[in-house]
């Protein structure tokens, strides 16, 4: 187990509405903040059975229950008999108040973007870890198969786990986002599967400015960080990237399924477990 060095308080509140008995909402205390997170186990899961998880993050301005909806994970979930963890990201405490836009968006820190969550330094790693170690301790899950998907800033933060938490993830899947993490120094390879328009205008696939883009930040090609995996992997794990011939900045309707075949079949290598 990954020593947290904060305080952790579990709240379980089941989910209203039209939430099943499978779903649960999640409060974790850190560093006095509280975080949120939407846990989705398959239909009839064994207790006793060790399941893989699979974290999937929103991209900027969204929240868990959108991105459950948009990618559809937790019915896959349900076909494919693994857990599935839609966390929430932060934003001002005082975000209501505010008019601009920006300002009310849940955001990642990947590192160089984004948003509130990167200028205030939000520790994003921290809270992800605890999350594994929440969701353990009450379904035991196979620490071999535990692996993170998000889509833009939330494909960003995907790939931060890879480059400092990779003693807890064996793969990660990220949909038109990009690596934007300085210093990226895994400790053990991380099999990357990478999903991007070729004419998004949000993160440009060649790299650049995007649409949205703020005091001149530059995203790197997507090129880059497939390249970056492949040598700091140095073969021991897998790294792929599916270019799209499309120019929208969405999560593509095979996507989930595409990530999950490609997460069941990077599981941690049993050299490095």
Not at 29 to 46: F, K, S, V
Not at 65 to 93: C, H, K, N
Not at 206 to 229: H, L
Request: net charge negative.
């Amino acid at each position: 187990m990954i020593g947290i060095p904060v305080a952790l308080v579990l709240t379980i509140v089941l989910a209203a509405g039209s939430a099943r008995a499978d779903d649960s909402e999640r409060e974790l205390e850190l560093g006095g903040r509280e975080r949120t997170y939407r846990l989705h186990l398959p239909a009839n899961a064994d207790p006793t059975e060790s399941l893989p998880l699979v974290i999937v993050m929103h991209g900027a301005g969204g929240n868990p229950r959108v991105i459950e909806l948009q990618s559809g994970f937790s019915e896959l979930a349900d076909s494919r008999g693994f857990a599935v963890a839609y966390p929430a990201g932060t934003r001002s405490r005082f975000a209501a108040l505010m008019t601009l836009l920006r300002g009310r968006h849940f955001t990642w820190n990947a590192g160089e973007c984004c948003g509130w969550a990167q200028k205030n330094e939000i520790d994003d790693v921290a809270f992800l870890r605890a999350l594994v170690e929440d969701v353990a301790r009450t379904h035991p899950i196979d620490r071999a198969r535990v692996y993170a998907a998000g889509l833009s800033n939330g494909g960003m933060m995907a790939y931060r786990l890879a480059c400092e938490a990779s003693d807890s993830f064996a793969a990660i899947g990220v949909v038109a986002g990009a690596l934007v993490t300085p210093g990226c120094a895994p400790s053990r390879p991380v099999s990357v599967i990478h999903m991007h328009a070729k004419g998004d205008p949000i993160v440009p696939f060649g790299g650049g400015a995007g649409a949205f883009s703020r005091d001149g930040f530059s995203y790197p090609p997507t090129q880059s960080a497939i390249d970056f995996w492949t040598g700091a992997n140095g073969g021991r794990a897998a790294v792929e990237l599916r270019a799209l011939d499309s120019t929208r900045h969405n999560w593509p309707k095979d996507a989930s399924e595409t990530l999950w075949e490609f997460f069941a079949s990077h599981p941690r290598p049993e050299e490095t477990r």
